[in-house]
């Protein structure tokens, strides 16, 4: 490989990375684009950053939680240009579920589920490596249904960093582990460096207030 600066597409499961990494955290108001450039190696040019999620549904104890994540999908197209949002959907319903402590044996809860990310970011990563849009695909997620699609693109001879959310703490899967050519941690003083601006210039997008 030649040694010009490597194609980079970073490829974000984003219900993983905010559980993983962002969840009770002060660094939800994330600059994407900013991060991902300072933690990088000078030998990555950051051509793309491609975040898959869902839309999520406001609860009773809850209600804005819609309001702030729209927010922030606003602030994201409105500063961070190398950002592409992909949505996949987000179910939300009641289901009986064995009781830990009975009685009694069963109990109603909530359940909710992201749906279509993990398959929209394999679908993306692959379609991209045969397209030839990047040389080094970097992976922000831990799940392990997507060492196929890693497998996949490391048969095209593509490079493979692998971000783990929460990192070191949560140790990387080893179905991912096992095709990345490197890893990179995200750490704390980065994401400290890399928030958006509380409001966005030139509109009236604004960091929520309970963020």
């Known amino acids: 490989m030649s040694k010009s600066k490597l194609r980079t597409i970073v490829y974000i499961d984003g219900f993983n990375f ?13 600059n ?3 991060l991902f450039k300072t933690i990088l190696g000078k030998e990555n040019e950051l051509i793309k950053i491609k975040y898959f999620t869902a839309r999520v549904q406001p609860t009773e104890r809850d209600p804005q939680v819609n309001t ?15 950002v592409e ?29 992201e749906k279509g990310s993990d398959v929209n970011l394999a679908l993306h990563v692959l379609n991209d490596a045969w397209a030839n849009t ?5 992976i ?29 703490k949560r140790k990387p899967s080893w179905q991912l ?4 050519n490197f890893f990179i941690p995200i750490r704390t003083w980065a994401l400290e460096l890399s928030l958006l601006p509380r409001l966005i ?9 309970s963020w």
């Not at 593509?158 to 783990?164: E, M, S």
């Not at 582990?177 to 990345?180: G, L, P, V």
């Open 18 to 30: 905010y559980y993983g990494q962002l969840k009770d955290s002060p660094y939800k108001w994330l």
């Open 32 to 34: 994407l684009s900013k």
């Open 68 to 82: 702030r994540q729209d927010t922030y999908f606003r602030a994201l197209g409105a500063y961070c240009p190398e």
């Open 85 to 113: 949002i992909h949505f996949g959907h987000f179910l939300r319903h009641r289901v009986f579920a064995e009781n830990a402590n009975p009685p009694p044996n069963k109990i109603e809860i909530f359940k909710t589920e």
């Open 134 to 138: 990047y040389d080094c695909a970097i």
């Open 140 to 168: 922000v997620s831990n799940d392990s249904d997507l060492a196929t699609a890693l497998l996949m693109i490391k048969e095209q001879n593509k490079v493979i960093g692998l971000i783990t959310p929460g990192s070191p």
């Open 177 to 180: 582990k096992k095709h990345a």
């Open 201 to 209: 210039p030139n509109t009236e997008i604004r960091k929520p207030v």
